[in-house]
């Protein structure tokens, strides 16, 4: 039986627009934004709606509390709104608006040659942003020589539709038209995330989804720029994700349109736990692709702002530093930029074996970057020997001192080629602080500080075919399949490394579970441990798994400081551990309450 719907012939004609933002710049965000009205033709639209807080950027953090800032999207909406004169068109765009000591998140309703309205969004997406509740009584605003009210109401009615801003809260439903103002990063997750708040594909009526792009920061997420009009269930306008330019989409609804067949009911899936939960096991390629593309897209916007055309970046052979090399290849051909302005360092060291420095120079030579190698022996040796260390002591203090030493090398490169120095680290690596604090803990831009270290393996190969074919995929796999070490002790007999990090740590994929089960769901060492066994039997012992476990909450506890003064770089996951805007924790937290939960945590005699 097909779908039948009733309608009265109400069409609307709605359009969208994600501008070119820059943040903080409102002067050009109005030039961006009177343009798309201009191009639009606002005689033949009767909504037009731009994202929340597009006159100043929705980045802003505490920039928002700036009365410059304040006052000049102000000035720029009284410029903004004469656009609408003599047109039937409604605009709504977003800008912060204070109210004594307070700061909102605005949302101004332009139409007939003035501002009509001024809302609240339903809630502040930045902590800079005062909520609702503190709104005094009768809020006004001054406006263009004139007191406007603030309302404080999310709805309203407008000529025969009824408008609904923000998500679709209980008893909404009968909503002619559900506008969603958002600001959503772009995240590659194994499974989709749960619908928070609605979900337009089973929904009566019209949806509006309209969100930030991907000119904001991105400090430390990469926003998406998702635009899509709905309308009953079906899609009828997108517009494509993850672009700097501004974009524009257009439909014609009906809100009073309604489908006479009941849309199906969301079922959830509750399966076992995954093994290793950060990769997709029904489309891993889907996630790859969009993995590769936000990282790419997150150094190409600092690379836009900063106005620099060169990378450097320590290229050591090894699975992170080769990613990293690959999102910079993505990145510069997006830009149309030309990679020999990707300088790849190879700095060998006491501990650097050939086996490393023929994967990273074919690495190199595949993606036609230019290539260096600087050897850090000399200078290590003269530093040691300033601070008195003794010849021969290879301890902490011999290892630190190289990866110092390498990022000394990459940032005074950078200054001498006005270039930005690309980190390499990855989201394992930044929970356990396996790095030297201003080491390679240390970048002006890390790509990888979403990806945890099973996952990155994976997408390495993927965006090795992806980029380079299958001589790309054959590299890289040779890359992913060496073992992880970080190359800092002298070589032994044979030219290679006796260090391997895993035997430090315990496995990778074990380290990769209880992040994402520990911290990313909060579960109780006891339930971890439990999930752990069950999913890892064939492979550890429980004594296996539960030193590995108390190395996970041991070092995840006491590197919270490397964390604390994390470089930017985006959000790829569900879970982040920057400090900004993901995993707020003191450096000087204790691990003692989850250490002694491992401590009591039993194994029956037999499985040992």
Known sequence: MQNETDSTGSNLHLAMVIPEVRVADVAFNRAQIQNALASLNPSNSDWIIFPRLCLT???????????????????????????????????????????????????????????????????????????????????????????????ASHSFRFGEVEILLGHQPPGAAGADLLINLIDLPALAPA?????????????QGVTVICSAGASESTTDQVFSGKAEIWQNGHCLAAAPELTFETQIIQAVVDPAAKISVPFPQTVIEHGQPARFPFISTKAPEKQFARLLEIQSSGLMRRLLHTRQRKVIL?????????????????????????????????????????????????????????????????????????????????????????????????????????????????????????????????????????????????????????????????????????????????LDETGETPQKTEEVLGPYELHDFFLFYAIGRQMTPDQVFGLAVECFQDDYTPAQILTTLKTFYRRFFSQQFKRSASPDGPQLLGLSLSPRAGWRMPSDASGALWLEAVKKIKIPGNQV
């Open 191 to 203: 499974v989709e995330l749960p619908q928070t708040a609605f979900d337009p594909a089973t929904r």
């Open 314 to 490: 320590g290229l050591s052979g090894g699975a992170d530093s080769s990613q990293a090399l690959l999102v910079c290849c993505r990145a510069f051909d997006r830009l149309g930029l030309e990679r020999k302005d990707i300088l790849t360092i190879y700095m060998p060291g006491p501990g650097s074996s050939l086996s490393s420095r023929e994967r990273s120079t074919s690495l190199a030579d595949l993606a036609g970057v230019t290539q260096r190698t600087i050897p850090i022996g000399p200078a290590i040796s003269m530093h040691l020997e300033d601070i008195d260390h003794p010849e021969g002591i290879h301890d902490v203090t011999f290892e630190n001192a190289q990866a110092r030493e390498r990022t000394q090398i990459l940032m005074d490169l950078a200054n001498q080629q006005n270039a930005l120095v690309v980190g390499t680290g990855d989201l394992s690596e930044i929970a356990l602080g396996w790095c030297t604090f201003n080491g390679d803990h240390m970048s002006m831009y890390n790509v990888n500080c979403g990806l945890p270290k099973t996952l990155l393996l994976r997408l390495l190969v993927w965006a090795g075919r992806f980029l380079f074919g299958q001589a790309g995929e054959a590299i890289a796999q040779n890359i992913a399949r060496a073992p992880i070490s970080p190359e800092l002790l002298p």
């Open 57 to 151: 950027g929705a980045s802003c953090g505490d920039l928002f509390r700036q009365k410059l800032l304040q006052d000049a999207a102000l000035q720029a909406l009284t410029e903004l709104a004469p656009l609408t004169a003599g047109t039937p068109s409604k605009v709504l765009l977003g800008l912060p608006l204070a109210v004594g000591e307070e700061v909102f998140d605005g949302v101004a309703l332009l139409s007939g040659g003035q501002v009509e309205v001024l809302m609240l969004a339903p809630w502040p997406d930045s902590p800079a942003l005062s909520p609702s509740v503190l709104l005094p009584v009768q809020p006004q605003v001054k406006l263009g020589g004139r007191s406007l009210p603030l309302n």
